[in-house]
Structure formats: C-alpha cells, structure tokens
C-alpha cells in the first residue's frame, strides 16, 4: 500500500512538472492561470496522501478558488496576450 | 508550437519521475515514512478524546483541531489578530469611493450568459452548504474555521466574476457591514476565551483542568454527539470572520469592476 501512494505521488509531482512547463511557455495569460489551477489539483492530491486532509482542503479553496480569480481580475486589468 | 511544448513538458516529467520516486521513498529532505506515529502524535492521539481522564482531553475526536483551538489555542488566536490587522491595512490603504456605491442590479442581465448564471446559482448554494458544513464540523472531520472561511470567499469572488461587482453590495454585503460583522465575531471570540477567565479558570480554557475552578464549557450535545466545548463555537466564529475578511478583500480589489452594463 505504501509504495502504491509513493509511486502515485511521484507520478502527480511529475504531471504537475508537465502543467508547469505548459504555465512557463502559454503565451495566453488565462490559459495558463487555467492550467496554474490545474497543478494546484495535482498537488492537493499529494496532500491528500501525505494524510493532511485539512491542508488540502484549504489549498484547494485558496489555490484553485482564491487564487486563479485574483489572477484572472489582475490579468483584465493589463493585457491578456504577452508579447515576444 | 503547442506540441512541442507538451513533447517537451512529458520528456522532462519523464527524466524527472525516477528523482521524483527516489526523493519520495528514499527520502531526500527528511521522509519520515507513513506507518510509523511520532511520540508527539500519540501522545495527542491517546489524550485529546479520552473520556476516562477529562482533565487533558479537548472533547473532540479530532486532533488537527484538539490543537489548534485547545492545546495551541493561543497561537491561533495571534493568527487571526494577524489577519484582522492585514485586512485593516488593505481596506486603509485601497479604500476608494467605488465599494461605497450601491445600485440596483438585474441578476438574468448583467450574467455573461444564461448557462453561467444557471450554473453559478447551483455553485454558489453547494460552496455554501460545504463550506458551512467544514466549519460547522471541523471539531468532528477534516476542516475548520479557516478552511470554511477561505471555501466560504469563494462565492463572492465566484459572484463578482459572473455577474458584476455591483452585485454584493446591492445584496446587502457592504463593506462597512462586512466589517462589522467581522469585528463582531472578533469580539465574541474574545469573549468565549475570556470567560473562564472570569469565572475562576484560565485564558482559552475549554474543558476542565486540575487546578481550575471554572468546569468547562459543555463537551457534548443532548444524545452524545460530541461538541468539543470551546472548538465549535471558535470554529463558527473563525468561520464567519475569514470569509468576510477574504470578501472584504476581494471586494476592494475588484472595486469599479463591470460598472458598464451592470446597473439597471
């Protein structure tokens, strides 16, 4: 059972690796906020199976909720394309 | 362009699953493996809901919240004046006339479109329920008062992005009210660790303790569902006080937001 969580761990911790080179090269600004929200689900589930349900509750509502509309209100405020 | 950037992503994500296994297994800061309990952990774990020695117990089975609101009761209860003195310093440094301004808006006409506004409705009621139900159980499941709290802001960041930021205060969440609201909690945590206090025990005591005379707020409700003494009513508190912090922020933030087309 303990490898079981620790090889899906390192395969979340990897696929959050992927979303975050999709977030470094997306030139859309919402899109990558999408894709930010999306590692922030990969890395709840790591918190989940490091048994602290109460900080992955909370980063969901932060990181996820919080978080990606802050982003989204602060990116309507300056341009959402970024230039080369 | 969009394939090689994920042809990429997968290459690297691929050199990098065996350190990610090897730093998860064999322990690259500190691992300190999933079976085994700390001393401190049981000790918590032994004491927190043991009813045959009520003299160190929290009332409560569980022990996130044992800690944070009994045994480390103080520490945060100097987080929440933490974030009580942020969000002072937010609203006296962004304070503009546009929050003050209070409109009749039409809910069907300022969404972006029917599916969002129907879809929102249905968002906004079930975050609700659960963020109440995190915050209302956080002495019995994972959760809490500042996890309900946070979960709780996400309705009105959820509301302002659907429909307009004209919205919360034409519903009657001002400002000034939120404030009030999220000082008066304040004042009644002051009050539900004070109490004891006055009666004859410590500061931030909640259940019995060997030298004091105050007897402990009650541990449980009529029928036995355990109530943890102080952890409910600081959990509802904390509750109600984060999500009008994290409003009030967000509602400051987004002042001035979706004015045109909004109003009726």
């Known amino acids: ?84 | 362009m969009k394939g090689a950037d994920i042809v990429l992503g997968v290459v690297i994500a691929a050199a990098l699953l065996p350190i990610a296994y090897a730093a998860v297994f064999y322990g690259i800061p500190s691992h300190t493996g999933f079976t085994a309990l700390r001393p401190l952990a049981r000790t918590i774990l032994t004491v927190m809901f043991n009813k045959l020695d009520r003299l160190a117990w929290t009332a409560s089975p569980e022990g996130v919240t044992s800690v944070l609101w009994d045994y480390r009761g103080v520490d945060t209860l100097y987080e929440t004046m933490v974030l009580l003195t942020a969000i002072m310093g937010a609203v006296a440094v962004l304070h503009t006339r546009g929050v003050d301004i209070v409109k009749r808006v039409s809910l069907r006409r300022s969404a972006l479109s029917a599916i969002l506004d129907r879809t929102s409705r249905v968002v906004v009621w079930l975050t609700l329920i659960v963020s109440a139900a995190m915050a209302v159980n956080g002495h019995l499941t994972p959760g809490g008062g500042f996890v309900g709290g946070s979960a709780l802001a996400v309705v009105p960041v959820l509301l302002v992005a659907v429909f307009t930021a004209l919205l919360l205060p034409a519903l009657g969440f001002r400002n000034v009210r939120m404030l009030r609201v999220r000082m008066a909690a304040l004042l009644t945590l002051i009050t539900v660790v004070t109490v004891p206090l006055t009666l004859g025990g410590y500061f931030f005591q909640n259940q019995p303790k060997p030298t004091s005379r105050f007897p402990g707020y009650p541990p449980f409700f009529p029928g036995g569902v355990p109530l943890g003494g102080t952890l409910i009513l600081l959990n509802i508190i904390e509750f109600v006080a984060v999500g009008m912090a994290f409003s009030i922020a967000f509602l400051y933030l987004t002042a001035g937001e979706g004015g045109e087309g909004g109003g009726e």
Do not use: N
């Open chain 1, 1 to 84: 059972m303990l490898v079981e969580h620790l090889a899906l761990m390192a395969f979340l911790l990897a696929a959050s690796f992927v979303v975050v080179t999709l977030i470094v090269r997306e030139r859309d600004l919402i899109k990558a906020v999408i894709y930010s929200a999306a590692q922030s689900v990969f890395y709840s589930i790591v918190l989940y199976i490091l048994m602290v349900p109460d900080v992955a509750l909370a980063y969901i509502a932060v990181t996820v909720g919080l978080y990606t509309a802050l982003m989204v209100f602060a990116i309507r405020r300056t341009e959402r394309f970024e230039r080369s």
